[in-house]
């Protein structure tokens, strides 16, 4: 999921980076309180009661506190205002952020898949699960489930995609939890193979969400515009701006979670430079107060009734 599944609102209340920033350290800390206590738990746990399912899971709950850390660098850099050298801000850093949370799932889910792999080419080395093991997987999942909301509803609230990619990080690590689940409780009743195969679905679910990501933050970076939700509410927003008689050539990239727009509104070709100006000037406002955009860029074109003959001017 990227942030335009969860921009329902286009002209949605603003949030300023400090509130965004404070948004996210909170809900992270939280994760990674959460992930910590998870990680120990279920290595320590797998290990004893031999669930190579469990210990996969338990790397999984370690990636996401190292994601969480991502999160909390990313956060603190993107609040930086704009410098001389980042004229347009740091809001890139989340993005750059979300790139390497879906790398490191990559990882992460190859990884899994390989050890997985290796325990069923030789089906004999699979043990049986103790009982406790599966109690420890039905903990974290409801940890995890109840992790992903809070982070979720938290990004939603600030519309983050970064954030976005961490909550679904952790429903991530929901879903594989009662996927170990079941590979525990197939063991426990005489089919000791379904633990690693239950591994080897954790580490496909979490490859492809790692893919997934990864390949979104690629192409924002790649200065992808917003979808055409925003784009229309934007330029709504442009025509309704008193003065301006005509919008076309609005273009959008993101900037972060944040956008920068360049857009030509038309003007009465009869009135002056300055009062054009100046309501290329109140156009723009209009945006910024509005929408999520970070800069918009005005041309102003002329506009002439069309009801007039413009090729001869009689005097």
């Not at 009661?49 to 990313?74: C, E, N, P, R, T």
């Not at 009062?275 to 929408?291: M, T």
């Amino acid at each position: 999921m990227n942030f335009d599944e969860i921009a329902d609102d286009p002209e949605d209340t603003r949030h300023s980076p400090e509130e965004r920033a404070a948004a996210a350290s909170r809900s992270t800390w939280v994760s990674v309180g959460v992930n910590l206590l998870l990680t120990v738990t279920q290595v320590v746990v797998g290990v004893f009661a031999k669930s190579q399912g469990l210990v996969a899971d338990g790397i999984h709950s370690l990636s996401d506190l190292v994601a969480d850390f991502v999160v909390l660098f990313a956060s603190y850099h993107g609040k930086k205002d704009a410098d001389e050298d980042h004229p347009y801000g740091h809001q890139r850093f989340e993005t750059a952020a979300s790139l390497v949370l879906g790398l490191l799932l990559l990882a992460v889910g190859i990884g899994m898949l390989w050890s997985a792999f290796r325990k069923l080419e030789d089906p004999d080395t699979v043990q049986k699960v103790h009982i406790v093991a599966l109690w420890v997987a039905g903990g974290a999942l409801i940890a995890k489930e109840t992790l992903f909301r809070y982070m979720l509803s938290v990004a939603k609230r600030v519309k983050s995609s970064m954030l976005v990619a961490n909550a679904w990080h952790a429903r991530s690590d929901a879903a594989s939890s009662l996927v170990v689940g079941v590979g525990i409780i197939g063991n426990l009743a005489g089919y000791p193979i379904l633990d690693p195969i239950a591994a080897l679905i954790v580490g496909f679910m979490v490859a492809k969400m790692g893919w997934s990501f990864g390949w979104d933050a690629l192409h924002d970076l790649m200065d992808r515009s917003v979808n055409e939700q925003e784009v229309q509410a934007i330029r709504r927003t442009l025509i309704e701006t008193p003065g301006v008689n005509g919008v076309h050539d609005v273009r959008t990239r993101k900037m972060g979670d944040m956008i920068v727009v360049d857009a030509h509104i038309e003007v009465d070709a009869a009135i002056s430079v300055e009062a054009g100006h100046d309501i290329a000037v109140a156009a723009r406002q209009r945006v910024l107060q509005r929408h999520r955009v970070l800069n918009l860029m005005t041309h102003v074109d002329p506009w002439r009734r069309p009801d007039l003959d413009h090729k001869t001017i009689e005097t």
